[in-house]
């Protein structure tokens, strides 16, 4: 799926990013590709979130570079695309899931102006996408955690972005909801979008991802699922947390 | 007997104008309410009519009634700068932040007028304001920063919808957060400014929060919720101005004006609480029975 010949789509050399003056992430370097996949693995507290912030341009990067589309994190922020964990957001808060997909739109629709007519076909298209074509007038916040993470992944579609980053997507999320989610991630795959996923699923990152960027503070691995997901890295990266069977591997 | 009630008060020219303030701020306070309450602005809100207070005060000592909408404006202006970036000090908490710059603002606004001779009638006119005393100028007033406020609203309103709902995704979006903070505050300074004559600087809390709050208790869609609260903060202005007519003129009971239209807000409250209970009630209930049929159905 992966076409090697195209420059990456996000690119870390030897990249720190930092809250103030103390390093939280350290040493990241490896490449994604166009149409590929990587998962960020690591513990809570590991630096998952705050790498993804770094590649959207919201946490500094204090050594080292992160090069995202060939410009900088806040240079390339309009063709990239965020999911946030379903559950931080207020399920009372009035709006609904049309009306959230569109939101994806809003950068390109500019201010003052309605969304076009286009805008709302694309908008439909992504809910589509993720299976919830018939829900667009019901509430966010009724929708089940499963549905309301596939609507958040819908208005990232909607950006038609280059660049696709999920935070925890498949916490909480029933089955259904997570085979829609894959299959979607697929579709994004397959148009050329290149796609980093954080997690702490370990069987989940076998599923959807072709690489890992094995983390804890500092980089651990980035690489091919299997050469990443070794007992031995993963014992490292958790501190002895990992219970390493021989069908699976298990984070604690 | 309605005519008596709801229209004849209005023909009398003083009246018609309190309509037509009371009116036009139901509007406006109908419309920011609803970002108000989406953005949890509730104790913002308050500040800022606290902190616009000694603008009211330095407006009305330099240059008289008509002063009072200048310097409401400057101090609203420079409260919404002051409140969207004091917060960003980690050492102390955005409430105790707000609480030092409210209290400081509203009491320097005290020390000033308590200089008057006319002090307790000047404070009470400022804090709670006279709107049977409007004239059109104040009307007119009122009327541009409607305008002004409905306009911004149309620029920046998705992107402010955006924030309130997912501040994460309006920054990763590359939105400026900070700079829709500020618009937002500047926008309920603004419906501080215009309501200053009519209800004063303390009553305007309520125009701020009990149109949305009221519209929430019915309706989670957005549209709805805007209109429903239009309609609560003009209704709230009428029927507050025809009861305090009423109580006056038949009853020999002076009720003070602006207080009896926040009065007839918190009314309307009330009873959008009560049937947004019935109606949730109402809903349950009708989803035991769906369920009580399934069970009877499987059974």
Redesign the interface.
Known sequence: MADRELSPALQFEHASVAYGRTPVVEAVHGDVHPGEAVALIGPNGAGKSTLIKAV?G?VPVVGGRITVLGRTP?QA??E???V?QAD???PE????AG??VL?GR??R?G??R?PRREDRQVAAEALRAVGLADRAGD?F??LSGGQRQRVLLA?AIA?QPRLLLLDEPFNGVDAVSQDALLTALHGLRAGGAAVVVSTHDLALAHLTCDEVCLLNRHQFAFGPTEQALTPELLRAAYGGQALVTDEAVVAR | MPYRLFVEPFQLPFMARALAEALLLGVLGGVVSVTVV?RRLAFVSDALTHTVFPGVVIGYLVAGTGGIVWGALGFALLSAVLLTVLPSNRRVTEDAALAILLTGFFSVGVVLVSRRSSYTADLTAFLFGRILTVDRREIVETAVVTAVVLAVL???G??L??R???P??A????YRVRLLDLVANVVVALVVVAAVKAVGTVLVIALLIVPAAAA?LL????AV?VAVSVLVGTLGGYLGLAASYQASVYYGLRLASGATVVLALVALYVVAFVVGALRRAGGRRRADRREADLVAEAA
């Open positions: 959207l919201l806040a922020r309009r990239v695309a965020y946030p931080t957001l207020d808060f009035p709006v609904s009306q959230v939101m809003y950068r629709i201010w003052v309605r509430r916040g009724l208005r950006q | 989406l149309a620029v920046v998705k992107e919808l955006l309130a709902f997912d994460g995704a920054a990763a979006l590359g929430r309706t989670g869609r957005l919720l």
